[in-house]
């Protein structure tokens, strides 16, 4: 479970940096929609002057409804570029700040479950092979089998003591017996 859970939050890194390689990305597409949308208003309202100054000539040359409606035109194109602006603005602060904290939780989360995972494992200070191991109280020696097992002493009594052995713990009490495994 545990080495299942490192690599869910590994994975969980990998996929936040491809978001974050996308997300470059669409921050470029969006700068190029926003200069296609400055381009467009700024030929929209290169024609609504040239329209409005033969009005003011004449107003035989240009009909007072083709200007208004280069007016309309122009407001309809800058609301384009505002929205340009808007969509590179949201994936610029999804880039440099909302992936980020997503890449630091994920990187918390990584390094909890390698701690987890990390007390699974049981480290021997002498090779070999436990064939079975059999603890009553007084039995603990915490110097010797310290050095065999890693583990913490959670509680200890007169008549019980409790350890624990990562994600397990052992509750050893007086004058209990249980039969040995066949």
């Not at 024609?47 to 009909?63: D, H, M, S």
């Not at 194109?77 to 505002?82: E, F, L, P």
């Not at 009594?157 to 009490?173: H, T």
Request: no cysteine.
């Amino acid at each position: 479970k545990q080495a299942a859970e490192v690599e869910t939050a590994r994975r969980r890194i990998a996929e936040i940096d491809a978001q974050m390689v996308q997300g470059r990305a669409e921050i470029a597409a969006a700068e190029g929609q926003l200069d296609q949308a400055k381009g467009s208003l700024q030929q929209a309202v290169d024609e609504l002057e040239t329209k409005q100054e033969l009005n003011r000539r004449g107003p035989v040359i240009v009909a007072r409804r083709e200007v208004e409606r280069l007016e309309n035109v122009v407001k309809t194109r800058q609301g384009g570029v505002d929205a340009a602006q808007s969509q590179r603005e949201s994936v610029e602060r999804r880039v440099t700040i909302v992936l980020p904290a997503q890449k630091a939780s994920a990187e918390a989360a990584l390094a909890e479950a390698q701690v987890a995972l990390d007390k699974t494992t049981v480290r021997a200070g002498v090779s070999g092979r436990v064939e079975q191991f059999a603890l009553q109280v007084g039995d603990i020696e915490l110097a010797f089998y310290g050095r065999l097992f890693e583990f913490t002493l959670r509680g200890k009594s007169k008549d019980s003591v409790f350890i624990d052995l990562g994600d397990q713990f052992l509750a050893l009490q007086k004058g209990r017996k249980q039969p040995g495994d066949d």
